[in-house]
């Protein structure tokens, strides 16, 4: 089973690491399977599951049961579960106890969002809590109604460096490994080369450490926005619409079930059973 210290191991090795972002049994069963080093049961559960029009809706509940069907399908790669909106926000406390309760359901470890001294001493207290955490930088989701939309971060020098020193603030007190969301390629490549911990980049070009898409993007299974860095592998939409298109017109016109999908009396039963419908 792959530990947050084989992530580590991985970025010294130079060996890319690979991570999507999953929300059940079944999704994350095939993407254990095939290899995947790391699964994140994202917030975005809220809008790609919930049709939550942001990740501020998401509730510790919520993540509670996504976190557990993806736990029961992944059994190799490490599973990190994003602590929702206001769930380590007021208080160490509060912070270290919700976090736990991940940490006890089977996750390897949880991801927070931000950079700033409180969120510095909100990890500080999770590592030394025994709670391995990934910190989050750039885009961060969870603070959209403050940066005012999804909007590119560190798009300037100033901005770079800020987000390198919080980087390694996080990195200081703990945390295994960094995610940079919607950052210019050439700033996430040098806040990368000047870590000792992984960054793990969405919408930060190709330099970082490793890489983290939202399954349901790739598959195509998710209508709504569409950031120009998920790259659809397939088109799930179509497939699910047709099969639906193509199960109902079967049904209006008696086409399902067929002979072979229907279940049987013996021979001798359903004689009996044709005779006395006769004699009623």
Known sequence: MISTKKILKLKKEGTKISCLTAYDFSTAKFADEEGIDLILVGDSLGQVILGYDSTTKVTMDDMKVFSKAVLNGAKNALVVVDMPFLSYHTGIYEAVKNAGEFIRMGAGAVKIEGGSDYIIDVIKALVEAGIPVM??????????????????????????????????????AGAFSIVLELIPEICAKYITENLEIPTVGIGAGKYTDGQILVINDIIGKFDGFSPKFARKYADAKTIIKDTVKRYIKDV????????????????EEEAKFESYIQKK
Do not use: R, W
């Not at 109604?145 to 800020?162: A, E, M």
């Not at 016109?253 to 009396?265: I, L, R, S, T, V």
């Open 252 to 267: 209006k016109e008696m086409n399902f079930p067929d002979k072979d999908e229907c279940f049987k009396m013996s021979e």
């Open 135 to 172: 910190g989050h930088l750039g885009f961060t989701p969870q603070y959209i109604n403050t940066i005012g939309g999804n909007f590119v971060q560190g798009k300037n020098l100033d901005n770079t460096l800020k987000i390198l020193e919080q980087a390694k603030k996080i990195q200081n």
